[in-house]
């Protein structure tokens, strides 16, 4: 097919994407070895476990069904919002503040209701964003390392018959093509930077949602929901096309600062168990 005959495989395009896989199972896998050696006592698997299936349904099933109508499919609301940057960008960063936040509180108080400390809710934050790493972001950057493998054989029919790409699915998939093609080790250090920062604030909004369910909180919801939208919005631009990477970068990090001040404060006014 015409549109990938150009295409050329960065020489660090294989070996960066490769160090990236690796590193963001390790961000999930340390994040959560270090804490659980150091609270064993403190800590429960089953908030680990509790953190990735909220992750898994509030974003991956409800959120993703409703993207499925306003986004994917063909319809009105779907075609106001794509065509719009600014609806694009308002219902993105809100939809996942919702139900991400919404969720997170409700399995908190609702079905959390033994072994409630500090401790644990960071474990919380940790399933919630570790899982967030494994089922989103490593896949695509598998993905990724997939495509640059094939194509940097040098045999490009091979590869778009290896790959399952046809004339019908070759617009679809020349993002994907390019994206693999660029990537080199800033985009990896970038990328991994990402991840580790947004665990950073899974951790922090949980210990954000989980003071205000301890302590009756009410206003500690909205609060964790409009800083998961402020977090998202640059991201959000980014996917339009209208800011650069490492802008995206500076503003994730500095929210990430601001959630962490937050939660260690938070952290540190609650008692060592909650009953």
Not at 10 to 27: E, F, H, R, W
Not at 107 to 113: E, G, M
Request: hydrophobic share 55%; charged share 15%.
């Amino acid at each position: 097919m015409s549109v990938f005959e150009n295409i050329v495989i960065g020489k660090s395009a294989v070996p960066s994407l490769t160090i990236t896989v690796i590193l963001m199972i390790a961000i999930a896998v340390c994040f959560f070895i270090c804490w659980r050696r150091k609270h064993k006592e403190q800590t429960k698997i089953s908030w680990l476990i509790a953190g990735a299936a909220g992750f898994v349904i509030s974003a991956r099933i409800l959120e993703a069904g409703v993207h499925y109508f306003c986004i994917v499919s063909d319809n009105p609301v779907s075609r106001f919002i794509n065509g719009n940057t600014a609806a694009f960008v308002l219902y993105g960063i809100t939809m996942a503040g919702i139900f991400e936040e919404c969720g997170r509180h409700i399995i908190l108080k609702y079905i959390l209701k033994k072994d409630r400390t500090r401790e644990n809710a960071v474990i919380y934050g940790i399933g919630h964003g570790g899982i967030e790493i494994l089922t989103v972001f490593v896949p695509a950057m598998i993905l990724y390392l997939a495509i640059a493998v094939m194509f940097s054989q040098g045999d490009t029919e091979t590869a778009l018959k290896t790959l399952n790409i046809t004339e019908e699915t070759a617009a679809a998939a020349l993002p994907s093509v390019q994206a693999a093609a660029a990537f080199d080790y800033a985009m990896m250090a970038m990328n991994v930077m990402e991840r580790l920062l947004a665990m950073l604030i899974q951790i922090g909004l949980t210990v954000i949602v989980y003071y205000g369910v301890v302590n009756a909180k009410k206003l500690c919801l909205p609060a964790a929901i409009l800083l998961h939208m402020l977090a998202d919005t640059f991201p959000a631009l980014y996917q339009r096309g209208i800011l650069p990477l490492w802008a995206v970068e500076i503003w994730i990090a500095f929210w990430t600062l601001m959630m962490m001040l937050i939660a260690a404060k938070l952290y540190k006014r609650m008692s060592e168990i909650v009953h």
